[in-house]
């Protein structure tokens, strides 16, 4: 059994080098035929062999993304659309997420590692997601997407706390204000697990336990196969159970 795992493996990276090379063969034919169009037209740009920078994998059928990134900030731009918040928060999101949202609302971004952004109606600011410095029930509008799972992990430069996570969903109870928004999202699937030191997986119940103290008033799940949809609202157990590293989005409010 090993032995025919390892022919396989063999076979597999063999199978790699021969793509790798004929992608190589497409490349230096493509080149050549470019500079013998240099010769019959305006040349308008050098182009020399030193600057070459070879991008073999783009020559694809579709664009690739990925389904987490895309789909949830998708969600949450979404979400921000319908409750028009004065002033948004964002603790450590993506960085794409709130410098495009900053464009219709204002949004104050913390992160433990501050970001050195430069645009209007966004500042970018430290935080302690553990130990949050607002007031309770003080923030009307707050995100924190696909950030908890690594606290306490380690994978960011923070301390090791095995329930860094709690703390953190603790200080997102704590500061969201009454009638205000928190949106969350971190990967979830059939089973909790810790995948070190990348992030933690979740159920989808265990989510709903950890904000207890909070109302749940939107699910949305971002599957792993795109068969099974982008963004599916309120889906069925049978999807869930179908998962092993999916995406949850939750938008909850606090009474």
């Known amino acids: 059994m090993i032995f025919q795992s390892k022919i396989k493996e063999i076979k597999s990276r063999r199978l790699q080098r021969q793509r790798q090379a004929q992608k190589v063969a ?3 034919q493509q080149y050549r035929r470019l500079q013998e169009q240099e010769k019959s037209t305006q040349q308008r740009f050098k182009l020399i062999d030193r600057d070459l920078k070879p991008m073999l994998n783009d020559n694809t059928t579709k664009t690739s993304f990925d389904r987490h990134y895309i789909y949830h900030t998708a969600w949450a731009a979404r979400a921000l659309k319908k409750t028009t918040p004065e002033l948004h928060v964002d ?3 993506t960085l794409y997420f709130c410098s495009i949202v900053s464009a219709f609302v204002p949004v104050d971004f913390y992160d433990y590692r501050p970001a050195e952004l430069k645009l209007s109606n966004l500042t970018s600011k430290k935080a302690d997601l553990t ?3 607002f007031a309770d029930s003080s923030v009307s509008s707050i995100s924190c997407m696909h950030t908890v799972e690594h606290v306490g992990l380690g994978r960011y430069g923070d301390p090791l706390d095995y329930d860094g996570d709690i703390k953190a969903i603790n200080e ?3 500061v969201l204000a009454k009638g205000g928004n928190l949106l969350f999202v971190v990967p979830v699937g059939r089973e909790a697990k810790i995948i ?9 119940d265990l989510v709903t336990e950890l904000f207890a103290s909070l109302e749940l008033q939107e699910f949305a799940l971002i599957p792993e196969k795109a068969s099974d949809g ?3 609202d309120n889906p ?3 999807l869930l159970n179908h998962q092993n590293y999916a995406c949850g989005c939750f938008r909850f409010t606090k009474k």
């Open 26 to 28: 497409a490349f230096n």
């Open 91 to 93: 603790i450590s999101s």
């Open 131 to 133: 130990n949050l410095h």
């Open 172 to 174: 997102l109870s704590r």
């Open 196 to 204: 070190f030191n990348a992030h933690r997986i979740y159920t989808k």
């Open 230 to 232: 982008g963004l599916v």
């Open 236 to 238: 069925s157990s049978e």
